[in-house]
């Protein structure tokens, strides 16, 4: 029963929005939706524990649970926190926000809207013909699991969806995973919150992996690659 109440709650919340101006009210409605949507079709086929780095989970609406060693991860606003400790992760961005407050909760925008607008289509352009070739070279038209690690906003998603029967995103920013259940259009999307460091993935499990713009902020950048190359399956892309 517990599995529909995030579709039950939408459907309560719906009837007390009627205030908001329609301009802001579809908006909330679509989130609910896919956000409620996202967690009835969730799987855990990707998880690995960071405690014991068992591969089974139990999932229900409000937290993931390894069955093995039991460790709790909770689950924000549909989106699993899949970290040690999700207070230390929190107390770390609340110092790393008074910092730089514009570099955690300013939107990011898409090609269309971006100042940058030109320079972001010919690198989508780079990296969507790295895809097709690869794709090519296997003989496939899409591949089984493909991961945006660091996917922000999500503004990388709608373009990389349509070369994937399953599309995951993963960040450590929870504002901006949010946001990102708007940016794709796709009926397997799976987002969570995760350390590149202590990345809750099984080995092996990616087709592709793309990883743009992440690597130059991680202070141990030896290590977050070594967790990219365990992720990725023999033989898949990295980009």
């Keep these: 029963m517990s599995v529909f109440a995030p579709a039950f709650t939408a459907l309560v919340f719906y009837d007390r929005i009627s205030h908001i101006p329609n301009c802001l009210r579809s908006e909330i409605e679509k989130c609910l939706l896919l956000t409620s949507r996202r967690i009835l079709s969730m799987n855990s086929g990707f998880f690995r524990c960071v405690k014991c780095n068992c591969k ?3 999932i229900s609406p409000d937290k993931w ?41 300013t939107e ?15 690198r989508r352009l780079v990296v ?13 038209e899409r591949v089984a699991t493909l991961l945006d690690m660091g996917c922000g906003d999500g503004t ?6 349509k070369y994937t029967e399953s599309l995951y995103g993963s960040d450590y920013n929870i504002i901006r995973l949010k946001r990102a259940t708007l940016a794709a259009n796709h009926p397997n999307l799976t987002l969570f919150l995760g350390d590149i460091l202590q990345f809750p993935v099984r080995d092996g499990f990616f087709d592709i992996v793309f990883f743009s713009h992440v690597l130059e902020h991680i202070p141990d950048d030896s290590k977050a690659l070594q967790s990219v190359y365990r992720i990725l399956r023999p033989n898949g892309l990295l980009i």
């Design 156 to 161: 990388n998603l709608s373009y990389l969806a």
């Design 128 to 140: 969507e013909a790295q895809i097709k070739q690869y794709l090519a070279e296997n003989k496939l």
């Design 56 to 58: 089974s989970a139990s």
């Design 108 to 122: 990011q925008p898409n090609e269309s809207q971006s100042s940058w607008k030109h320079h972001l289509r010919k």
């Design 65 to 105: 649970t390894c069955l093995s060693c039991t460790q709790v991860y909770p689950v924000r606003d549909g989106i699993p926190i899949l970290v040690d400790s999700p207070e230390e992760l929190d107390s770390l961005l609340s110092v790393a926000r008074s910092v730089r407050p514009g570099w955690y909760f």
